[in-house]
């Protein structure tokens, strides 16, 4: 059963459109918004267990240096609205 989830990011200020457009060539990412507020990018992803969200996480989002801190919620449950 895939693990879905919504990852939050904050990045180096100026750098969101490069930071949502670098991750939205990641497999494993659906969607990805430029958002204001809080944080800066919010990405919904789509992993098959919890050590490919690790790896999506460890080396690919939290790797760029232009992302600051990552904040991820794993999907509980979810309702068609």
């Given at each position: 059963?895939?693990?879905?989830?919504?990852?939050?990011?904050?990045?180096?200020?100026g750098?969101?459109?490069?930071?949502?457009?670098?991750?939205?060539?990641?497999?494993?990412?659906?969607?990805?918004?430029?958002?204001?507020?809080?944080?800066?990018?919010?990405?919904?992803?789509?992993?098959?267990?919890?050590?490919?969200?690790?790896?999506?996480?460890?080396?690919?989002?939290?790797s760029?240096?232009?992302?600051?801190?990552?904040?991820?919620?794993?999907?509980?449950?979810?309702?068609?609205?």
């Amino acid at each position: 059963m895939a693990i879905h989830a919504y990852v939050l990011l904050t990045v180096k200020s100026g750098s969101e459109r490069e930071v949502a457009e670098s991750i939205s060539k990641y497999d494993a990412v659906l969607e990805v918004s430029e958002v204001y507020g809080e944080y800066d990018v919010l990405a919904r992803v789509e992993a098959e267990d919890l050590a490919q969200l690790d790896n999506l996480l460890t080396y690919r989002m939290r790797s760029n240096p232009n992302v600051l801190l990552t904040y991820t919620m794993i999907v509980a449950k979810a309702h068609k609205g």
